[in-house]
């Protein structure tokens, strides 16, 4: 490619000014617009420099515009070429070679006569074909096309019409500033007419704002008090709750929701330190913190205990010069809402938590599963199973403290504080539960089994909580899967995937060795027979099909095992694991010898990753997959049934040194392995062990034909590597990796 010159392209700037964006969809709109004119420009082989090294394409978004600045565009197009298939020549001529109606009306549609089409040969015979070739338009022509199919495509559930025209867009839009280098770019994006006129901040900068070229737009809003990279508005509002929290002496507490909720709020973050009556401190601090972060998009501060103190920061989009009166706005706006979430509290604590159970038979659950109370009911009998046979584990669990925290895990969302504030569910059902003298294993049981919340949380820290977030999610899943509800596509409404995941971890990080298969069936036990009616689909006739409860149990069993399992593939990539690994694993599902626990599953997984460090792996795993492929390929002949080739092995049919030799190694190698998995289950060793066969079955298929004359030697061969599948598959199906 020749050298590039500045009279090739320039940088190029686009931007839409708005009325205030919804802060949770600035980020993915300005994503989804800068996606947008890049597919416009390369959709139209527009060169944008990415090719040379030129830097990244950048987004820029602040609650009042959306922005895609690119460093280097080109000037035009490159020159069009097109070619359109035509009809076969048989067809396109008639017996006397001249055209046919088909062949004309192709040349009309094209724009050209009939002599100027080419033919040219296919796999389906020579055809007609229309070349052509057009110089390319100049990048500023296309560009309000491209602008307008990016806006089009952005994800807006419910655009918005403002003023006499048709156009609509997530907010009303009242600028537009298209550059091309220092060249305004000429045309009409929803009504508006591109300039180089943009809008620095409200207030500090209320005058339009001139921007002489592409490239001096970011700094000239930076001078104008808008700070329109969201990575450095970020920084920024950080750096400013930072500086404000050391002034005030505390610790803030600044999650990146409640940043990014700040940064699209602001233009120009400043942050000021207030405070509120430290009576309000009597109040749960989980309920204030909610109250600051959600409602008002404050910092709360902690103290060196980490208790909340009576301090906390607002972020205004303001450089004051009265910072006071802001911080008493502040003030003056948080009283209320704390006041309303004291009085909740205090009127919440007058009623025994246990004495709301009653009430929840007439809360509806799910149609066909019940009221809450009932949902209650059958999560408490699996967590009574669920302890008891952690308990025979040697696990010090309390099977009483299990069934009473799974009678009042939904108490709480009667209370007043839960009713105003959702999002403390289990929160408030601790604070309740122990206020009234349940035990605290019990009380902190009705906060965790909710855990994990969200992806980054923690699982259940005490074992009643593990035990009853087990047990709840269990019950979920079997009630829901048989309403037939599960999920589809992206639709998830009551939250499996999520749930299927947090039982998996629940299992896995709590070192929990239950049988999953079992506590299922178990918990479709408990679901009644009218809910596995309401999740039949009628037929073709529309009829309902006739309803086999015990199989139905079965079937979804399996399903909700397998479900539960496919959650946790993206949990081991995110850890490091190959896709692979797994699938080697998981195979192991299909064998006899199905696994019993998800722990299990966790011991195996790792076990093939370190198996996969050691220098015989990949050897081995290439002789697994050519003896799971012999196996295979004798089996589909019809010459050995698989219970034939397992019978055994005759050590006086093993003819060949090399044969000799691996069987005294196989026996060797699993007599060793299978103690190892039996006695420690440390399936890392038992692969280490069974490494050592390498050598002797790279020897094998070296000197033994496996395929004999001899029908009885052939079938002992096949039977020799049977018992090999066999003993790697005992831990996983190394074939696959």
């Excluded at 229309?130 to 807006?156: D, F, H, M, N, W």
């Excluded at 259940?460 to 979920?476: F, P, Q, S």
């Excluded at 009551?494 to 995941?501: D, E, G, Q, S, T």
């Amino acid at each position: 490619m020749a050298e590039r010159t500045e009279i090739d392209g320039k940088p190029l700037l686009i931007e839409i000014g708005t009325e205030e964006l919804p802060i949770h969809a600035i980020d993915e709109l300005a994503r989804a617009f800068a996606d947008g004119v890049l597919r416009g420009l390369q959709g139209r082989q527009i060169d944008i420099g990415q090719r040379v090294g030129d830097r990244e394409p950048r987004v820029y978004c602040t609650p009042r515009r959306l922005a895609v600045y690119l460093p280097w565009v080109a000037a035009t197009q490159p020159t069009q070429r097109a070619e359109v298939l035509g009809p076969a020549v048989s067809v396109g001529l008639d017996a006397n070679g001249q055209p046919t109606p088909a062949l004309q009306g192709f040349a009309a549609r094209n724009g050209v006569e009939v002599a100027q089409l080419e033919r040219i040969a296919t796999d389906k015979g020579e055809r007609f074909v229309c070349r052509s070739v057009k110089p390319g338009q100049p990048t500023a022509a296309l560009l309000p096309e491209i602008v307008a199919e990016a806006l089009q495509a952005l994800p807006i559930p419910k655009p918005m019409r403002w003023g006499a025209h048709a156009h609509a867009f997530v907010r009303p839009a009242h600028w537009l500033v298209m550059l091309h280098g220092d060249q305004v770019v000429e045309g009409e994006v929803l009504g508006l007419k591109a300039d180089r006129m943009s809008r620095g901040h409200r207030f500090h900068a209320p005058k339009p704002l001139w921007i002489t070229d592409a490239g001096a737009w970011l700094q000239a809003l930076r001078d104008a008090k808008v700070l329109a990279d969201p990575v450095e508005r970020r920084e920024r509002v950080r750096a400013e709750v930072e500086r404000v929290a050391a002034a005030l002496g505390g610790t803030p507490s600044l999650p990146a929701a409640l940043l990014d909720e700040i940064a699209n709020l602001t233009e120009w973050p400043v942050a000021i330190g207030c405070a509120f009556e430290r009576e309000f401190l009597a109040v749960p601090q989980e309920a204030l913190v909610m109250t600051m972060e959600t409602n008002q998009k404050f910092v709360p501060l902690f103290d060196a205990e980490g208790r909340l103190s009576e301090r906390f920061i607002g972020v205004a989009n303001i450089d004051s010069k009265d910072a006071a009166q802001i911080r008493r706005g502040y003030e003056r706006v948080i009283r209320p809402r704390f006041a309303d979430a004291r009085f909740f509290f205090d009127e919440d604590r007058k009623t025994p938590l246990a004495d709301y159970r009653e009430a929840l038979r007439s809360v509806t659950y799910q149609q066909a599963l019940g009221s809450v109370w009932d949902k209650c009911a059958r999560v408490a009998e699996l967590a009574r199973g669920i302890a008891n046979r952690l308990r025979d584990q040697g696990l010090a669990i309390d099977t009483a403290q299990a069934v009473r925290a799974a009678e009042l895990s939904k108490c709480d969302l009667l209370t007043r504080m839960v009713g105003e504030f959702p999002e403390l569910q289990g929160v408030m059902g601790r604070y309740y539960a122990a206020a009234h003298g349940e035990p605290a294993e019990v009380a902190q049981a009705l906060d965790e089994f909710y855990m994990p919340r969200q992806a980054g949380d923690g699982i259940a820290r005490g074992a009643v909580g593990r035990a009853l977030a087990v047990a709840e999610r269990l019950d979920t899943l079997a009630g829901i899967f048989a309403v037939g509800l599960k999920p589809s596509g992206n639709k998830d409404p009551f939250a499996l995937r999520r749930a299927a995941l947090g039982l998996a971890r629940t299992l896995i990080e709590g070192g929990l060795e239950l049988d999953l298969r079992a506590h299922l069936v178990e918990a479709l036990e408990l679901i009644p027979e009218t809910a596995f009616a309401a999740g039949l689909r009628p037929g073709k006739d529309g009829k309902a099909p006739a309803l086999d409860v015990g199989a139905r149990r079965r079937e979804l069993a399996e399903e909700i095992y397998l479900f539960v399992r496919e959650r946790l593939r993206g949990y081991y990539l995110e850890q490091g694991f190959g896709a692979e690994q797994f699938e080697a694993v998981a195979a192991l599902d299909d064998e006899p010898f199905a696994l019993a626990s998800l722990l299990d599953f966790d011991r195996r997984l790792r076990a093939v990753a370190e198996f996969g460090k050691l220098p015989e792996a990949a050897a081995l795993a290439a002789a697994n997959k050519r003896v799971a492929n012999i196996l295979r390929k004798e089996q589909e002949r019809g010459a050995y049934a698989q219970g034939e080739i397992a019978m055994g092995v005759d050590p006086d049919l093993l003819r060949e040194p090399a044969e000799q030799a691996l069987w005294s190694a196989l026996e060797a190698a699993r007599g060793d392995a299978v103690t190892i998995m039996r006695e420690r289950r440390d399936y890392a060793a038992a692969l280490a062990r069974l490494a050592a066969l390498q050598a002797p079955i790279d020897r094998f298929f070296d000197e033994v034909m496996v395929v004999a004359e001899d029908l009885a030697v052939r079938a002992n061969r096949l039977a020799l590597l049977a018992h090999i599948r066999a003993l790697f598959n005992a831990v996983a199906d190394i074939a696959r990796l």
